[in-house]
């Protein structure tokens, strides 16, 4: 039997429950149940009896027995009911439940679990217009919620590579032996790798220690950085290039004596900690503008020029070899010399002579390498030139066509001039500045002194000026003659009549001669050089000599 009992606001009362229509709350239901009902009530309870025989005649399928107050007391006498009015229900001869006080919505609810538990509500008065806004207030049926993608990690490779195929049928056919054949097939594939691993594993391993062994050869990369200041023995601040400062520790493997504000150190590429020390801080420049062998050059192959060996032997290679006979006579020995003169009157091939005779540490610099395209790194090389040279002193600095940095200084706009101008001045401060170079001597060479600034050549900077000249007729025999030495000529070649005074001929122009005639001896496929290849190389090396000169007229 299903009983419904409609909503109400608030409890109803004895009163509301005597209207006829109330009861039709109580309903029957298809299938119902037998419920055996006995009350007692005393005194005023007596009105509730109406009520019973109401719901009795409502509800004409279920069987309540009523029993009178006699009757029901004996009931309740064996049932030890309470004096109190008391409604006990019974469910096929078994007590089900009772209710004390004559409680309205106990009673409802004894009902409805005696009845299994199939109570709801229906419209007050039993209208039925009224069940289709009953429905409109049913609860919806609960859903669960669209699952959210977000936050969630989407796994990456085919989910048949992580899960195996599950397997729904139950009873024995066809599709469940495919698809238990198919996973054996996925446990023999589990298995046989598993076995290439375990094969493969001693191989992993080989190539891992062979690994880390070579990662202790080759070692890992590291920073370099400046030490700005020593805070202790173990601490230091360094500076990064990208212009970071870190206060760092400092390795207990590392050389304190070599470390000094502003040196250049190895710092780990993960704690930044020092590690080492860059002894050799210089500009890679530097080091190719040192020469690891003396050039073939000797005083012998220079013909003539011996007013020039004798100078510079006493200004740069005397007071390197016997610096004594300079105390001893109570000078200072000459800081620098500077060659000019023509073009191709030997002064480089003068400058390799020395390098070849003297066992000093030779530095040979262009003035152009000096001019860099940033600010500030002409000086810088200017200044890490003579710091390896007194590093490796005796030294010999050579600097060919110093024209090209020092030059007159004069008012300009041109940030490159001014530049110039700033690596000059370094220059001047390493030649005659505060500190002593000791054993350091400069060589310049240039075509043009009359273009150079006066407070580059004057005395205690460069204090021997030496000059070249062209050769007269006795020192162009003699360069001829070391020219042609090596060379296979003819009888009719006269030397004496290849070089004459009136000619104009420097060393460089009489050794492109010879070199001439011996290609026109090859082109005539000719061993020996005649007369006339000399004859034809000299109108050559004249005629492209004056075109020079005439250009020079138009600028």
Same mark, same amino acid.
């Given at each position: 039997?299903?009983?419904?009992?409609?909503?109400? &606001?608030?409890? +109803? *009362? /004895?009163?509301?429950?005597?209207?006829? #229509?109330?009861?039709? $709350?109580? %309903?029957?239901?298809?299938?119902?149940?037998?419920?055996?009902?006995?009350?007692?009530?005393?005194?005023?309870?007596?009105?509730?009896?109406?009520?019973?025989?109401?719901?009795?005649?409502?509800?004409?399928?279920?069987?309540?027995?009523?029993?009178?107050?006699?009757?029901?007391?004996?009931?309740?006498?064996?049932?030890?009911? &309470?004096?109190? +009015? *008391? /409604?006990?229900?019974?469910?096929?001869? #078994?007590?089900?439940? $009772?209710? %004390?006080?004559?409680?309205?919505?106990?009673?409802?609810?004894?009902?409805?679990?005696?009845?299994?538990?199939?109570?709801?509500?229906?419209?007050?008065?039993?209208?039925?217009?009224?069940?289709?806004?009953?429905?409109?207030?049913?609860?919806?049926?609960?859903?669960?919620?669209?699952?959210?993608?977000?936050?969630?990690?989407?796994?990456?490779? +085919?989910?048949?590579?992580?899960?195996?195929?599950?397997?729904?049928?139950?009873?024995?056919?066809?599709?469940?032996?495919?698809?238990?054949?198919?996973?054996?097939?996925?446990?023999?594939?589990?298995?046989?790798?598993?076995?290439?691993?375990?094969?493969?594993?001693?191989?992993?391993?080989?190539?891992?220690?062979?690994?880390?062994?070579?990662?202790?050869?080759?070692?890992?990369?590291?920073?370099?950085?400046?030490?700005?200041?020593?805070?202790?023995?173990?601490?230091?601040?360094?500076?990064?290039?990208?212009?970071?400062?870190?206060?760092?520790?400092?390795?207990?493997?590392?050389?304190?004596?070599?470390?000094?504000?502003?040196?250049?150190?190895?710092?780990?590429?993960?704690?930044?900690?020092?590690?080492?020390?860059?002894?050799?801080?210089?500009?890679?420049?530097?080091?190719?503008?040192?020469?690891?062998?003396?050039?073939?050059?000797?005083?012998?192959?220079?013909?003539?020029?011996?007013?020039?060996?004798?100078?510079?032997?006493?200004?740069?290679?005397?007071?390197?070899?016997?610096?004594?006979?300079?105390?001893?006579?109570?000078?200072?020995?000459?800081?620098?010399?500077?060659?000019?003169?023509?073009?191709?009157?030997?002064?480089?091939?003068?400058?390799?002579?020395?390098?070849?005779?003297?066992?000093?540490?030779?530095?040979?610099?262009?003035?152009?390498?000096?001019?860099?395209?940033?600010?500030?790194?002409?000086?810088?090389?200017?200044?890490?030139?003579?710091?390896?040279?007194?590093?490796?002193?005796?030294?010999?600095?050579?600097?060919?066509?110093?024209?090209?940095?020092?030059?007159?200084?004069?008012?300009?706009?041109?940030?490159?001039?001014?530049?110039?101008?700033?690596?000059?001045?370094?220059?001047?401060?390493?030649?005659?500045?505060?500190?002593?170079?000791?054993?350091?001597?400069?060589?310049?060479?240039?075509?043009?002194?009359?273009?150079?600034?006066?407070?580059?050549?004057?005395?205690?900077?460069?204090?021997?000026?030496?000059?070249?000249?062209?050769?007269?007729?006795?020192?162009?025999?003699?360069?001829?003659?070391?020219?042609?030495?090596?060379?296979?000529?003819?009888?009719?070649?006269?030397?004496?009549?290849?070089?004459?005074?009136?000619?104009?001929?420097?060393?460089?122009?009489?050794?492109?001669?010879?070199?001439?005639?011996?290609?026109?001896?090859?082109?005539?496929?000719?061993?020996?050089?005649?007369?006339?290849?000399?004859?034809?190389?000299?109108?050559?090396?004249?005629?492209?000599?004056?075109?020079?000169?005439?250009?020079?007229?138009?600028?």
């Amino acid at each position: 039997m299903r009983l419904r009992l409609a909503s109400y &606001s608030t409890e +109803p *009362t /004895i009163t509301e429950l005597r209207d006829t #229509e109330m009861f039709a $709350k109580f %309903v029957n239901s298809e299938k119902p149940s037998v419920i055996d009902f006995y009350a007692t009530w005393c005194g005023p309870c007596k009105a509730i009896a109406p009520i019973f025989d109401k719901i009795a005649a409502a509800v004409p399928e279920a069987q309540f027995a009523r029993v009178d107050v006699d009757e029901a007391q004996d009931v309740a006498g064996k049932n030890e009911i &309470s004096a109190m +009015p *008391t /409604i006990l229900f019974f469910k096929n001869g #078994e007590q089900s439940g $009772k209710i %004390v006080g004559a409680d309205l919505q106990q009673l409802v609810k004894l009902i409805e679990e005696n009845t299994g538990g199939q109570g709801a509500s229906l419209p007050g008065g039993g209208d039925p217009s009224k069940k289709k806004d009953d429905k409109k207030k049913e609860k919806p049926k609960y859903e669960p919620p669209v699952e959210s993608k977000f936050g969630k990690k989407r796994r990456k490779g +085919p989910d048949t590579a992580v899960k195996l195929p599950s397997v729904h049928p139950s009873t024995r056919c066809k599709l469940k032996l495919l698809k238990l054949e198919r996973i054996k097939d996925h446990l023999l594939l589990e298995e046989e790798f598993i076995a290439n691993q375990e094969a493969f594993q001693p191989t992993e391993a080989r190539q891992a220690e062979e690994r880390e062994k070579v990662d202790e050869v080759r070692g890992y990369p590291m920073s370099i950085g400046t030490l700005e200041e020593i805070i202790d023995d173990d601490h230091g601040i360094v500076s990064t290039t990208a212009g970071s400062e870190y206060y760092v520790s400092i390795m207990s493997f590392v050389d304190k004596g070599l470390l000094e504000p502003g040196c250049s150190v190895l710092l780990h590429h993960k704690t930044v900690s020092i590690v080492g020390v860059l002894q050799d801080d210089a500009d890679p420049m530097v080091s190719v503008m040192k020469l690891e062998k003396s050039p073939t050059e000797s005083y012998s192959d220079i013909g003539g020029l011996e007013s020039q060996i004798q100078e510079i032997k006493e200004a740069v290679e005397l007071p390197l070899t016997h610096p004594e006979l300079y105390e001893e006579m109570g000078i200072k020995p000459p800081k620098g010399v500077i060659l000019y003169g023509a073009p191709g009157t030997g002064k480089t091939l003068l400058a390799k002579a020395v390098a070849n005779q003297t066992s000093a540490t030779f530095l040979r610099i262009v003035g152009s390498e000096l001019i860099q395209k940033y600010l500030g790194d002409g000086p810088r090389l200017c200044r890490q030139i003579f710091q390896i040279a007194g590093e490796l002193a005796p030294s010999i600095v050579f600097i060919d066509e110093i024209d090209a940095i020092g030059s007159k200084r004069y008012e300009s706009t041109s940030g490159g001039e001014r530049e110039i101008q700033r690596t000059m001045l370094e220059l001047l401060n390493q030649l005659d500045g505060f500190d002593d170079r000791g054993d350091i001597k400069v060589i310049m060479a240039t075509n043009k002194i009359e273009s150079l600034d006066p407070a580059l050549i004057r005395p205690g900077r460069i204090d021997r000026k030496i000059l070249f000249e062209n050769p007269d007729a006795n020192t162009k025999k003699k360069i001829l003659t070391i020219h042609t030495s090596k060379m296979n000529l003819s009888s009719d070649v006269n030397l004496d009549e290849l070089v004459t005074s009136k000619d104009d001929l420097s060393g460089a122009d009489i050794k492109a001669m010879c070199t001439e005639a011996g290609l026109l001896a090859l082109r005539e496929r000719r061993m020996q050089v005649k007369a006339e290849d000399f004859k034809t190389a000299k109108e050559r090396v004249l005629k492209n000599k004056v075109e020079e000169n005439l250009e020079g007229l138009y600028l």
